[in-house]
């Protein structure tokens, strides 16, 4: 258990909705991240955070997707007028907290667009 | 977005058997991070190596950064069912914070 949940671990929405998505780093997480992982395929970067500050943001990451991380604790990414092609696992990573970078993922949250 | 290559893509093996499956890339990385998912699961950490020509052993895993630092390499010695998931390396480029996947090699035992 690496301490990093997320909550819903599934969703599923009709085309044109919008959700949310939480995860909750522990405590000496300071550096938090955003992937994308669909069927078969390795997890893509999306964004990471350190602290509250959003410090870097990936091609993937179309406008209809915000993320936020308020008080550089939870962080939320947002999906606004989801597409099918948004299915996918949205997996959360925190990291920054040991002696040596590494990142320890979540559980994930499964999207299903219909 | 890339991916490293990752190889095999796939292997079907008996328990007991040994494993050993390794990830290239065209890019020199400062970190190499070994991981494990279970279907519907995140990735679990394995196994992290953070220098060249570093050698790390997790119990029956061991895994290597190679020389040039465009390669990693996995071990898994006498396979049992439980190592049955798939397997991705990851790295981290320079002065880049976000990790880059492989494909991921699919481990079955055969019964």
């Known amino acids: 258990d690496t301490g990093v949940s997320q909550d819903p671990r599934h969703k599923i929405t009709k085309r044109g909705q919008n959700v949310t998505f939480r995860c909750d780093p522990i405590?000496?997480?300071?550096?938090l991240y955003w992937y994308r992982q669909t069927l078969g395929q390795g997890p893509e970067f999306l964004t990471y955070?350190?602290?509250?500050?959003?410090?870097?943001k990936s091609r993937l990451l179309s406008d209809r997707f915000s993320a936020e991380r308020p008080k550089g604790s939870f962080s939320t990414l947002e999906i606004q007028r989801t597409e099918q092609g948004d299915s996918a696992m949205y997996l959360c990573a925190g990291g920054g907290g040991a002696v040596q970078e590494t990142q320890y993922f979540g559980p994930g949250t499964r999207l299903l667009v219909l | 977005g890339q991916q490293l290559n990752q190889s095999p893509q796939s292997m079907f093996i008996q328990e007991g058997e040994d494993v050993s499956m390794n990830c290239t890339s065209s890019?020199?990385?400062?970190?190499w991070l070994w991981y494990k998912q279970d279907p519907g699961e995140g990735p679990v950490l394995l196994i992290a190596l953070y220098k060249a020509g570093e050698l790390t052993s997790n119990g029956r895993l061991t895994a290597q950064f190679g020389i040039t630092r465009k390669d990693s390499f996995l071990n898994i010695s006498a396979s049992i069912p439980s190592d049955v998931g798939i397997y991705f390396c990851?790295?981290?480029?320079?002065?880049?914070?976000?990790?880059?996947f492989g494909t991921g090699t699919r481990l079955t035992i055969i019964p």
């Open positions: 990851a790295g981290q480029l320079p002065g880049n914070e976000k990790l880059t």
């Open positions: 405590s000496e997480h300071n550096r």
């Open positions: 890019s020199i990385f400062n970190t």
């Open positions: 955070f350190q602290n509250e500050a959003q410090l870097e």
